[in-house]
């Protein structure tokens, strides 16, 4: 393990208040600001929107209208063809159409599908399959999250290409993902930096995201405000051979506080527990007096080595029954020649491993 002070700060990083030095700022309590309840009644209409692309295909896009929106989609037992909720009082068109019903079934799509429910206190949900399967979406699928509570999850869902969960240019809010028993086949790319903050949550649960060798499994960007991260339920990152130098994993928290645990079964890595296969990078912003940067490793394996920036302020990087940096290869000083299992790099404040 290395645990060292950086020479520099992160451009990125806004100037904000530090904590005082000494120790009577360490007996205040530390924790994570509260995040008020999202659920809130949707009023809204989504265009359910059927289009071409080339080559020859059709793809999907649900389109809000501004107004607090909730829908819900999932494949029937035929190919291509998607049953589409509105939920909470959420009701359809197809294509801009001035007729609106509760619920509509689509058929043909063979290409990516594109989810961007505008302004508004949002929830969408992709579900499995009529007959308890995985949905099955043929390319991309697109997640774009505007002003407002964003809450979008994935359960049961094959994706046969990348997942893009973007928030919007200039926008703010909340933005929360979890992603359930799915797997994605592509690299999955969530950027909850709008460029204005919001409080973020990601959930990552028995799934296996897969990236290629040229995009990580997971790249994660947060902005300012309290992010929550939390993989669990033997959850895998990549496919192997390791990967000594690129990231599999890449985790950039914004200012302010922030918790990211990586929990499993036991230490060994594959299937029975959460593995990333090959290196994982968490870099947290600065922080506010009484909060703190929790990362956290339980029963967890990763092939590559673990790289923890801490920004200014208090930090606790936990490893409970866990094996870091398991497939380095040990040089002729029997050091890893890629690094360490594990650096930590913190600026000014408490830090504690």
């Known amino acids: 393990m290395l645990w060292y002070g950086k020479q ?3 451009n990125r990083r806004r100037n904000i208040q530090k904590p005082s030095s000494g120790t009577s700022s360490l007996r205040r309590p530390l924790g994570f600001e509260g995040l008020e309840s999202r659920n809130l009644m949707a009023s809204g209409v989504v265009d359910v929107r059927i289009g071409t692309f080339a080559p020859p295909g059709t793809i999907l896009s649900l389109v809000g209208d501004g107004s607090n929106n909730e829908v819900d989609i999932n494949q029937t037992v035929t190919a291509g063809e998607f049953t589409i909720q509105g939920k909470n009082g959420t009701l359809l068109k197809l294509n801009g159409a001035f007729a609106t019903t509760p619920s509509m079934t689509v058929n043909g799509i063979n290409g990516p599908i594109t989810i961007d429910l505008k302004s508004g206190n949002d929830i969408f949900r992709f579900l499995p399959r009529s007959d308890s399967q995985p949905s099955n979406v043929p390319g991309n699928l697109t997640i774009i999250n505007s002003d407002g509570s964003n809450i979008n999850s994935l359960t049961g869902v094959l994706i046969n290409g990348n997942l893009n969960v973007v928030k919007a240019s200039d926008t703010s809010g909340y933005s929360e993902l979890s992603i359930v028993s799915s797997t994605i086949a592509g690299s999955t790319t969530v950027e909850n930096d709008g460029g204005e903050g919001g409080d973020t949550k990601l959930v990552i649960d028995s799934s296996w995201l897969q990236g290629t060798l040229s995009a990580p499994a997971l790249a994660l960007t947060n902005g300012e405000g309290t992010d929550i991260n939390n993989v669990k339920g033997n959850s895998q990152f990549g496919l192997g051979p390791f990967a000594a130098t690129t990231p599999v994993v890449s985790i950039d928290n914004g200012d302010g506080g922030s918790q990211t645990t990586f929990t499993g079964a036991s230490r060994i890595a594959g299937f029975g527990t959460t593995t990333v296969y090959g290196r994982l990078d968490i870099n947290n912003g600065n922080n506010v007096p009484g909060f703190l940067d929790l990362v956290t490793f339980q029963a967890t394996n990763v092939l590559g080595p673990v790289n923890v920036d801490n ?12 094996t870091l940096g398991s497939h380095l290869v040990l040089g002729g ?21």
Do not use: H, M
């Open 333 to 353: 000083d029997n050091r890893p020649t890629v690094g360490g299992p594990l650096a930590i790099a913190n600026d000014s404040g408490y830090d504690e491993l």
């Open 8 to 10: 520099e700060k992160k």
């Open 311 to 322: 920004g200014d302020g208090t930090s606790q990087t936990l490893v409970i029954g866990s």
